[in-house]
């Protein structure tokens, strides 16, 4: 081995939720070695909406998916596309995915989850203004937008669970919605405004700041993809293909290839890539900007600014193998329903991004202390929500790994709870 180094405490992956690990941990004074390939398309941080939310609580999986399911499994929503022959290697995930969605296993997921989204923007602001991108980020608010009088009354018990965990909203009739937001072309029966909602301008460019601001905390960065994860004597060892690393403790936050780096240790999670595009659009000359994102409940997709004229469509979920070829065929019906949204030009990229949410069937991420291993914190799984709660999730690994109470509870985010098949 060309690189033999020694750390206290290894992260694998520097995505929004190992850098926030990385330099949470640099703050409690730990000797840190980051290991990342340093691809940043590869990340899924680089490439997601921007919505930093507190209203983020509910989950994929709710009671509606029933009604629904019969759409999904013939590819007839266009909010979800499923691979039919990748349904076998994700069938523990299915099985938690179903169980998941029952009224009450939804409203706990959603108390689980709101003191993280409570966090969300706070953290992120701090963490940009010690970054340096404070110009980032912004505190607009959302839309929901809603196209039929039953799609609105379709989300009672949603806003039901958002009251009921202090998530302030507002319903915004009918002309109101093009009043707040003059770019609409379309019609919209009615939204859903959740004011207490940040945006990121630039995730790609926040992830670069945080990998500057972890190295000016003299935090150390392997580049390279990590093939071995393997308990030694006095702690363990860390492997790429040029470098080993031994460490007292090792965070594991790879985002959606986090389950297969557990897999070789015994762990087999019930957890998923939940595939998803984007492609960058100018707003035609003469429209009004988008003044925050939105999300067309409608088409299953999202559009959010992005600077500059910018906005970026994307896509609902693909299930898939992570490393499938792209099917671009969800990202086209979103343009073309997002052609008839807002104003839209010219596509600014030659091809769209596609990146994995990294899914566990609750939507609750895995932050804890692996169950049979000490000295192993998983921080994985954060589905839609991981740029929003990657800083908070940051702060639990360095109370995990320093021995202090969590900021947060962390007991519904405990591992073991996805090994094996769901509990009746
Ligand atoms: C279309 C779309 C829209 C989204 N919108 C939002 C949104 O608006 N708000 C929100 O909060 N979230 C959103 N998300 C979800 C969010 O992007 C993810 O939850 C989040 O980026 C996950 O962060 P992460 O750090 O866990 O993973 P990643 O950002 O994927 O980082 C993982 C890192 O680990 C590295 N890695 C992998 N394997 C290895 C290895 N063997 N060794 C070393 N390193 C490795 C990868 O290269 C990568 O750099 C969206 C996602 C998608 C796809």
Request: glycine share 12%.
């Amino acid at each position: 081995m060309s690189n033999a180094m020694t750390a206290d405490i290894v992260v694998i992956g520097g995505g929004m939720v190992g850098l926030a690990s990385a330099i949470a941990l640099r703050d409690r004074g730990l000797d840190v070695v980051l290991c990342d390939p340093g691809e940043a398309r590869a990340r899924t941080s680089y490439g997601n909406a921007g919505v930093v939310s507190r209203g983020s609580i509910l989950s994929m999986a709710s009671p509606g998916l029933w009604g629904k399911l019969p759409a999904y499994l013939r590819n007839a929503d266009p909010g979800l596309r499923l691979r039919h022959r990748h349904l076998p290697r994700v069938l523990p995930w299915a099985a938690h995915f179903l169980a998941a969605s029952r009224e009450s296993a939804w409203r706990r997921t959603a108390a689980a989850l709101a003191p993280l989204t409570a966090a969300a923007y706070g953290e992120h602001r701090r963490l940009a203004e010690r970054a340096g991108t404070t110009h980032l980020l912004r505190h607009p608010g959302w839309l929901k937008l809603y196209r039929t009088e039953a799609a609105l009354a379709g989300s009672a018990l949603e806003r039901d669970i958002l009251a009921e965990n202090g998530v302030p909203f507002e319903i915004v009739a009918g002309a109101a919605v093009r009043d707040l937001e003059p770019a609409l072309i379309r019609p919209f029966h009615g939204a859903m405004l959740l004011p207490e909602t940040g945006t990121i301008a630039d995730p790609g460019g926040l992830v670069e700041a945080c990998e500057g601001l972890f190295s000016g905390l003299g935090g150390r960065t392997l580049r390279g993809t990590v093939t071995r994860l393997a308990p030694a004597a006095e702690g363990w060892s860390v492997e790429t293909a040029g470098a080993r690393v031994a460490a007292r403790q090792v965070v594991l936050a790879a985002g959606a290839a986090s389950a297969e780096i557990a897999r070789p240790l015994g762990y087999r999670f019930a957890f998923a890539a939940e595939r998803g595009y984007h492609r960058h659009y100018a707003l035609r000359p003469g429209s009004p900007a988008l003044n925050r994102p939105v999300y067309d409940t409608g088409a299953g997709s999202i559009l959010s600014p992005m600077g500059e004229g910018r906005v970026r469509v994307l896509s609902g979920v693909e299930l898939d193998a992570r490393d499938a070829p792209p099917d671009l065929r969800q990202i086209e019906a979103a343009a073309r329903e997002a052609a008839g949204t807002v104003r839209l030009g010219a596509p600014l990229d030659n091809r769209p991004w596609l990146g994995s949410r990294p899914s566990t069937p609750d939507g609750l991420p895995v932050i804890g202390v692996a169950p049979r291993h000490r000295g192993l914190i998983l921080a994985f799984g954060h589905g839609h929500i991981g740029l929003s709660t990657g800083p908070i999730t940051g702060r639990l690994v360095a109370d995990l790994a320093t021995g202090r109470e969590p900021a947060v509870p962390v007991a519904p985010f405990a591992p073991d709870r996805l090994l094996g098949w769901p509990r009746p």
